[in-house]
């Protein structure tokens, strides 16, 4: 049980660092917009984990269950982040889709350059 | 230069794993028994949600409708496309519509027992958006667009926030429903209404923005 959510754990904190690692080295902005995405996922899947340590039952309150609940405040934190990151997204997408319009290319080091007096 | 940031990254992730956590101590704590009783709705984190959070959540409505007004007023000045493919065969048009009926059956039952069980507003928007957005790739744009405005999406977009954060405005002065019966439809003060208020909100919101970028960009 432990040992299961170590490894987990590892999972998740791997998909984190690749969305940071993508965000940072990719040059392309749709790489870097969707790096974001699997960073977010992989921030999402963290505060279910933590959620799950108090223990696994949903956090509803019924009669016939027997066990520890999880903790209901993490998940109700990053219910936020979830619409949040939706709408944030389709914001950057419109954003890249006029910088694209305006440089024929997604490239940011060739659209600062065109920027750069 | 590159290296040193996947060397900091490599060495952040041993750092997290091999060291133990900050302290857990407040686990002990009966949180779901605890909201459940001062919230009076058997879903917990409804309850947090729309009680002990509310003010977050007021904000976290606005950042989600401005985001959308934003994606409209950045696209304004686009060219809409000019040809949009749509899926045509009858296969596709019928499995459409079909999942179609069932998410918006989802998001109903989402909006208006989410205090009760797993769900809520958000969850039932999104369910929403996901029927609205099989319609939409399967039938012509200018019918959705036309639908679009004669309900007047949009007006009523921006009357559910309005309304919602009068509630939240209400519910945090103090002013609350009585509690009711736990356990039943109609229970937990303003939270069934705000659950579907949201999900109005989210639904909408999320038309608004399959909706302009099929116009402007087509499906694919």
Same mark, same amino acid.
């Given at each position: 049980m432990q040992q299961a959510a170590t490894l987990l754990e590892a999972c998740v904190f791997a998909t984190i660092l690749c969305g940071f690692f993508g965000i940072i080295l990719k040059k392309n902005l749709m790489m870097k917009i969707i790096s974001m995405d699997v960073m977010s996922t992989g921030v999402i899947a963290y505060y279910v984990l933590v959620s799950a340590r108090a223990g696994l039952l949903t956090p509803i309150q019924a009669e016939a269950k027997s066990g520890r609940y999880a903790d209901p405040v993490p998940q109700a934190v990053i219910l936020t982040a979830i619409v949040i990151g939706f709408s944030i997204q389709a914001l950057m997408l419109v954003g890249a889709m006029k910088l694209a319009r305006d440089n024929p290319t997604l490239e940011t080091s060739e659209i600062e350059r065109h920027y750069t007096p | 230069m590159k290296w040193v940031y996947v060397v900091a990254g490599i060495a952040l992730y041993i750092k997290m794993l091999v060291f133990p956590d900050l302290a857990m101590d407040a686990a002990d704590?009966?949180?779901?028994?605890?909201?459940?009783?001062?919230?009076?709705?058997?879903? =917990?984190?409804?309850?947090?949600?729309?009680?002990?959070?509310?003010?977050?959540t007021i904000f976290e409505v606005v950042v989600f409708?401005?985001?959308?007004?934003?994606?409209?007023?950045?696209?304004?000045?686009?060219?809409?496309?000019?040809?949009?493919?749509?899926?045509?065969?009858?296969?596709?048009?019928?499995? =459409?519509?079909?999942?179609a009926t069932i998410a918006a059956l989802i998001s109903i039952e989402l909006a208006i027992r989410g205090h009760l069980s797993p769900g809520g507003g958000f969850a039932a928007g999104v369910a929403g958006g996901t029927a609205i957005g099989l319609v939409a790739i399967t039938s012509s744009s200018e019918w959705m667009e036309a639908i679009y405005q004669r309900w007047h999406a949009s007006v009523w977009e921006k009357v559910s926030v309005l309304i919602f954060i009068v509630l939240a405005v209400l519910t945090l002065i103090g002013m609350e429903l009585p509690h009711g019966e736990l356990g039943t439809l109609v229970s937990g003060g303003w939270m069934p209404l705000l659950n579907i208020l949201v999900a109005v909100k989210v639904a909408l919101g999320s038309w608004a923005a399959i909706l302009l970028f099929i116009r402007y960009r087509g499906l694919l």
């Open positions: - | 704590l009966p949180a779901v028994e605890s909201v459940v009783q001062d919230s009076g709705v058997p879903n =917990a984190v409804s309850g947090l949600i729309f009680r002990n959070r509310l003010y977050d409708t401005i985001a959308i007004m934003g994606v409209r007023f950045l696209l304004s000045d686009e060219q809409p496309s000019r040809i949009v493919y749509q899926f045509t065969d009858h296969p596709s048009i019928v499995l =459409a519509r079909l999942g």
